[in-house]
């Protein structure tokens, strides 16, 4: 699954296809609230939507129902960081490292964090991945 992106301004015509993409999704999640390839994709259109909230309670039920997958809990730091919760956010974070997430570039550059970028709780972090980028594997 992609990393979310909610940086990208959609037009009208794809505000309209997004929207209705949402509510199909939404009618599957309806029948049946744990299938989680449709809660993934889900949470990501939320969050290119600018429904981050939204965005967010589905990342939060994703990571009870996948507890070992560092994608979701990636995407849950994403959501944190957009809600400016930077505490779970990092918490999340060393929950997917630990998990296996590895892709520290994108992290590095992946507009959804930017805000927890710049926030102090993230030097730790920056420690761990540090470390983790010079052990040999």
Not at 103 to 109: H, P, R, V
């Amino acid at each position: 699954m992609p990393e979310k992106n909610s940086e990208k301004k959609l037009t009208r015509v794809e505000q309209r296809e997004l929207d209705t993409k949402i509510e199909f999704i939404e009618g599957l999640v309806r029948r049946d609230p744990q299938y989680v390839d449709a809660l993934q994709i889900l949470g990501d259109h939320y969050t290119q939507r600018g429904r981050i909230t939204e965005g967010l309670q589905v990342d939060e039920k994703l990571a009870q129902l996948e507890p070992e997958n560092p994608v979701v809990f990636y995407n849950l730091a994403c959501s944190y960081s957009l809600t400016e919760e930077f505490e779970r956010a990092v918490a999340a974070l060393h929950r997917a490292i630990e998990l296996g997430y590895d892709d520290f570039t994108w992290l590095a550059k992946d507009p959804d964090l930017k805000n927890l970028r710049d926030q102090p709780v993230f030097d730790e972090l920056k420690e761990k991945i540090k470390h983790l980028k010079a052990k040999p594997r």
